[in-house]
């Protein structure tokens, strides 16, 4: 069972800020499965990256994955307000705890 | 546009079962799986399982087998989970989500707005 680990907890940065995200996972794991989702407040989730570094449809291109085997990365270059939230990592039907971003 | 619109609120007594019901509107329903994916209040997401409309196969979580059944009735383009044994810890918002076929089974692209279900004597 891959366990995915996730840090920082949370990340308190500007707007503007650079923001980097780390998805670890407990073993090797294939890229293609590796998917990152952004959730607010009282929303649902919703997609941003999959397959490790393939932006989903409308989302902006400050937003950008990388890595592989078992280490992965989100970065959001420059951040805007509604940047804001709690990011998870998935592999499979494992989702990360979470790291939340908030205003410093 | 493509929707997912779940069924609303529900309070149950432990013990009993409830069925959550999602319909999806703008795309061909049995050309994505639908999983189901719950949030505990303050805490992150955990996936319970999916259901291929096509087939009618499924793929459950080990953590929920034997509690969960997901289904559908293609007639109305719905997919349901049903979680039976309520506890108290089942207290969540429940979350249908698509995922195409092929490389993309697990990559969730449209979620519903989610349906809060409170398990409490």
């Known amino acids: 069972e891959i366990v995915l680990t996730q840090s920082p907890g949370t990340l308190s940065l500007s707007p503007g800020e650079r923001a980097t995200l780390s998805c670890r996972a407990s073993?090797?794991?294939?890229?293609?499965?590796l998917a990152w989702y952004q959730q607010k407040p009282g929303q649902a989730p919703r997609l941003l990256i999959y397959g490790a570094s393939i932006r989903a449809t409308g989302i902006p291109d400050r937003f950008s994955g990388s890595g592989s085997g078992a280490d992965f990365t989100l970065t959001i270059s420059r951040l805007e307000p509604e940047d804001f939230a709690v990011y998870y990592c998935q592999q499979y039907g494992a989702f990360g705890p979470g790291t939340k971003v908030d205003f410093k | 546009q493509v929707q997912l619109v779940q069924s609303g609120a529900e309070v149950k007594k432990p013990g009993a079962s409830v069925k959550v019901s999602c319909k999806a509107s703008?795309?061909?329903?049995?050309?994505?799986?639908m999983h189901w994916v719950r949030q505990a209040p303050g805490q992150g997401l955990e996936w319970m399982g999916w259901?291929?409309?096509?087939?009618?196969?499924?793929?459950?979580a080990q953590s929920f087998q034997g509690r969960v059944t997901m289904t559908r009735d293609t007639s109305i383009s719905t997919a349901y989970m049903e979680l039976g044994s309520l506890r108290s810890d089942d207290t969540a918002v429940y979350y249908c989500?698509?995922?195409?076929f092929g490389s993309g089974t697990w990559v969730m692209d449209v979620w519903g707005k989610g349906t809060t279900v409170t398990v409490s004597s």
């Open positions: 073993q090797i794991v294939t890229s293609s499965f």
């Open positions: 259901i291929n409309p096509n087939t009618g196969g499924t793929n459950y």
């Open positions: 703008g795309y061909i329903f049995t050309d994505y799986y």
């Open positions: 989500a698509r995922a195409r």
